[in-house]
């Protein structure tokens, strides 16, 4: 006990010392956590503003895309009728301003969007404006030309898919300034007919919501600007200040800090930086936002006050210092309560569970104490015999799965030998009754011999059948890997599978893409025959009751593999059973039927071969793929 009360008084003293030792020398580190957030509070308005003209440009690029676009023009050059659904111009008009009107009700920031023909110097073909919540379309006699404008010149000299951007400026109309106040972007994109320009489509986005929100989220402590990359103001808390190129007058953030450079280098570190200027320090943040012109970006900025984010590590300081008060005195007192009776126990314990995970035998285990170690260790000591009698029980059921996937695999497969099997029978009854009449009317041995040929070929095929079965029937797992013939790997699916196809009424076919007669992979011939015979017969039993049946054997090499691609009529896997078709005991089939060789164990013998058994989820039909190293190409 008293060395557990010295040990977690020395650990508590040195903490104490130690802590005062950091805290005393991090004041520039919280003055640079301080620094950090206001960074970090930056960042995220820049990035604000650059998702939505982003968002803007890609509603620009939709809308160029959009069936009316195209069809209007079509109309226009063929006499008002499209040529290609027989709408007329009006029409096209008509759908294409509810397509407008939509996209504007969707987005509150689009204040007008607009459809303008280069023809009859730049006019406007459709108009949709936002009044206040009113959306409306502009009748045709109060459509304006719009040809002299800046954004109409520079969407013409842009190329097909690109978009233009104009600066942030005051909403005019008819050359004036509005009121209130409104401060938009416009998004131009042309658009082009028969590979020549017909007109562009254009976006007003208003930014008076984009910027009050942006003030608004600022903690108090923090200054917002926004500028352009003259300097000049588009969000300010004072509004007077902002979009002094519109009102004539010199408004820019040099002439609030007078040493502050905005374009004292175009170098990409420089994208983001820190100013100190005089007793502020203001963090910029450069949002590049036209992909046309790398000159042009927003400086998002907030600022503060030296003093404010010295205060914040005064605060910090102190409360740094009363947690490790704290720390220190409950250290004390769970120190001398509680080290010198949990290390013992726990160590017990712990070395235990060493022992288990190296599969040693357990050290003694605390089991008689009467507090909490003691049922810990008592649970731990049951958890460790229950955990080796569910390792014996998994043992044994492992092995009577794997027993009773080869008898119901083998009672498939007797299933459809019984059909081939009765086929030579049959043969060799009726030939032997013939010879039975030749014989009495004194026939040739010319004709006996080829009666007896055909007799001969009958149990030659049945004997095949038998001795295909009796090595399939026989544990394979040991078997020694051999250099097989792909064909013949083939040969034995097809011998076990192909009667049952025919009593199904499915069409059965193997292709071979680039596959000689004798190469070969080196294998467990019967382990991987086994694998194929299941998928072939997993294809048989889930497309039996389709009307469409049929199921494909695709064999060819690729990269120096294998692939055998087993495909049925079938439409294929829901993703929910694929997830876990390959897990041990899984099954879709109704109780009694056969399971054949499980797919766990399946892909088990696969893996062992150092190849790949999957779905090919591309597939829409049910496909199975197997790929396994090739050996040898003759």
Known sequence: MKMSILAGSVTALASLIVGSLIINGSSDIIFQNALNRLQYETNIKSLKLISDIKNLSGDAQYLVGTPPIKGIPRAINNSGIDPLDKSSTKTWKLRLATIF????????????????????????????????????????????????????????????????????????????????????????????????????????????????ELIKSTPRELIPYVTNEKGYFLAHPNKAMTYGFDHGNNNRIQSVYPSFNLERTNDLRDIEYTVNSNDDVIHVVKTHYDPLREDRYFAVMQATSRKNLESRSDALEYKSYTIMGILVIVSLIVSAILASRLMKPLSLITAASEDIAHGREVSDLPITSRDEIGELAQSFDTMRHQLKEKERELIVSQGHVHHANKMASLGEMASGMAHE???????????????????????????????????????????????????????????????????????????????????????????????????????????????????????????????????????????????FTITDSGSGIPDNIAAKIFEPMFTTKDIGKGTGLSLSISCEIILKHNGRLYINKESPNTCFIIELPVTHIA
Not at 102 to 109: G, H, S, Y
Not at 448 to 455: P, R
């Open 101 to 212: 009107s939509e996209l504007i009700r969707a987005k509150e920031n689009y204040l007008q969007i607009r459809y303008i023909g280069i023809a009859n110097g730049g006019k406007e073909l459709i108009r949709v404006d936002r009044k206040g919540r009113l959306i409306q379309t502009i009748p045709k006699n109060q459509l304006q030309k719009k040809g002299n404008t800046g954004y109409f010149k520079n969407a013409t000299k842009i190329n097909p898919g690109e978009v233009y951007l104009s600066d942030i400026t005051l909403n005019r109309e008819f050359g004036k300034i509005s009121e209130p106040h409104t401060p938009v972007i416009r998004a131009a994109a042309p658009v082009y007919y028969n590979n020549k320009l017909f007109g562009i489509l254009v976006i007003n986005m208003e930014f008076n919501q984009i910027f009050n």
């Open 421 to 563: 099997i009765n086929s030579p029978i049959q043969t060799i009854n009726l030939i032997a009754q013939r010879i039975q009449r030749q014989l009495k009317k004194g026939i040739s041995n010319e004709d006996i011999n080829a009666s007896m040929d055909k007799i001969t070929t009958s149990v030659k095929k049945v004997s095949a059948l038998i001795d295909s079965l009796r090595k399939v029937s026989r544990d394979s797992t040991s078997d020694d890997f051999s250099e097989t013939r792909i064909c013949d790997l083939i040969s034995d699916a097809v011998n076990m599978t192909e009667e049952r196809f025919k009593v199904n009424n499915i069409q059965f076919d193997v292709n071979f893409h680039n596959i000689s007669e004798n190469m070969t992979i080196q294998c467990q011939r019967l382990q991987i025959s086994q694998v194929i015979i299941n998928l072939v017969n997993n294809s048989n039993d889930a497309i039996s009751e389709l009307d469409d049946k049929w199921i494909k054997i695709n064999i060819d090499k690729i990269d120096g593999k294998v692939r």
